[in-house]
């Protein structure tokens, strides 16, 4: 089945620098891949994805890239904001409402002010 | 947006009452279901996959008479903790996905519900 390790799994970053996530996955399978925001006592919420055909996405400043060929992806946050700080969580899955995801481990990030 | 709600958000029982969680998609019907468990600072560990008028399929080590799942209707899954334990004290999540035979999207996370178990 399905291993997606997680690193780091705590980060600080200064507000305003960049902070970046990398994951990586085992089932060459997998297709798609959620990144997912953590708040405490909350549950996770979708930030970004990005599916196997795509090698890059961005929504404003956070983006994600992927290379399938290595099975690694990564999320990238640019000009960190307070706000930033959570737990984040890579996934792999197949794009599929009714499929399983598997997570990663979870980063904390926190924001220096 | 898709919306998936949790009711309750938090409970406390005592040990050996059996408690009932709802999840619940608001604006949308969801053939599948996932029922998730989190503890303390670690990740999300699938319980059980819910699909609508059949039998949950459980993970290994998943106890299917420790945790009911119902799934009897499009927008209702619940999940039951028989004769709950300290041991059971964690977070549950539930998430659907728009599912049908699309098959197209995303699944949804609901809010969770932190159990604790005196």
């Known amino acids: 089945g399905e291993n997606v390790e997680q690193h780091p799994s705590t980060l600080s970053v200064q507000e305003g620098d960049s902070a970046v996530i990398k994951c990586t996955y085992s089932d060459s399978a997998s297709n798609y891949f959620p990144w997912y925001k953590q708040e405490l006592g909350k549950g996770p919420q979708l930030i970004i994805d990005i599916r196997s055909n795509v090698g890059e996405k961005k929504d404003q400043r956070i983006a994600v890239t992927l290379n399938k060929t290595a099975k690694h992806f990564s999320l990238h946050i640019t000009e960190t904001q307070p706000e930033d700080s959570a737990v984040y969580f890579c996934?792999?899955?197949?794009?599929?409402?009714?499929?399983?995801?598997?997570f990663g481990s979870g980063t904390r990030l926190s924001i220096r002010p | 947006g898709a919306v998936v709600s949790q009711h309750p958000s938090r409970v406390i029982c005592k040990s050996g009452t059996s408690v009932k969680i709802e999840c619940r998609s608001l604006d949308f019907q969801a053939t599948t279901m996932f029922w998730y468990r989190q503890f303390p600072k670690q990740s999300l560990m699938l319980m059980a996959t819910?699909?609508?008028?059949?039998?949950?399929?459980?993970e290994q080590g998943v106890e299917k008479d420790k945790f009911l799942i119902n799934h009897a209707s499009l927008t209702l899954s619940t999940l039951t903790v028989a004769s709950a334990h300290p041991e059971d004290s964690s977070f549950y999540i539930c998430s659907a996905g728009l599912g049908g035979g699309a098959r197209t999207d995303t699944q949804y996370f609901g809010p969770g519900t932190r159990l604790t178990v005196l």
């Open positions: 996934a792999a899955t197949l794009y599929s409402s009714a499929s399983k995801i598997i």
């Open positions: 819910s699909n609508e008028g059949s039998k949950a399929t459980y």
